[in-house]
């Protein structure tokens, strides 16, 4: 799966329209008869779209995400694809939109194994033992484009990376991280001066 995603991502089409992703593997467990040892990996990802692609050609239809990862995958049968876009309501709250992406956010990296799945059969624990056998140092989590390496530990961001102009700390209910761009490294950086929420009026 991890070849057919880079071949999609080189594609002109895609690189056309994304700036960045954040991609997240998941493994759920078939609940059919005679398939209880079963594992259905697939991939949760985030795009980030240029500001252009909601509108004229750039657009890309559910119908063409499709065709592009059957063709990047090879596959002979139509797998489910299913897109959705996470951008701001102008009829909802700048509260309620943050809560959006957020939602959309933890949709994306919640866990990349259900938790009841590992539980679903009274198996000892064998399903869970043979995926972890197979996955074992499989890197479930990634980034790229402009989003590369925003995925870091904070033990691997440089001070470079984590330049601040203010000493205020503002306390708030919520924990906000920010993220700046840097040209010279072609990503974006945790910055925590924007993790400060601006005043509402």
Not at 51 to 56: A, D, E, L, Q, R
Not at 63 to 86: F, G
Not at 111 to 121: F, G, H, I, Q, T
Request: charged residues 30%; glycine residues 4%.
């Amino acid at each position: 799966m991890n070849a057919g995603w880079q071949r999609l991502r080189q594609t002109k089409r895609f690189e056309s329209v994304v700036d960045g992703f954040l991609k997240a593997t998941e493994l759920t467990r078939p609940r059919y008869k005679g398939q209880e040892m079963h594992a259905h990996p697939h991939f949760h990802v985030m795009l980030l779209v240029k500001s252009t692609y909601f509108k004229g050609t750039s657009y890309i239809k559910q119908s063409e995400w499709t065709e592009m990862w059957i063709k990047a995958m090879r596959l002979d049968y139509y797998p489910q694809v299913d897109v959705r876009a996470v951008k701001p309501n102008k009829k909802k709250t700048a509260e309620q939109n943050q809560a959006a992406l957020h939602d959309a956010i933890l949709e994306t990296f919640k866990y990349s194994v259900k938790p009841a799945d590992m539980l679903l059969y009274d198996d000892q624990g064998a399903w869970l033992h043979e995926v972890t056998r197979q996955t074992h140092r499989m890197r479930f989590y990634s980034d790229g484009g402009v989003l590369k390496g925003i995925l870091k530990n904070e033990d691997e961001i440089s001070n470079e990376e984590m330049i601040s102009t203010t000493e205020e700390v503002v306390e708030t209910d919520e924990t906000r991280f920010g993220f700046s761009y840097l040209p010279s490294q072609r990503r974006y950086v945790y910055n925590p001066k924007f993790n400060v929420y601006p005043e509402t009026a």
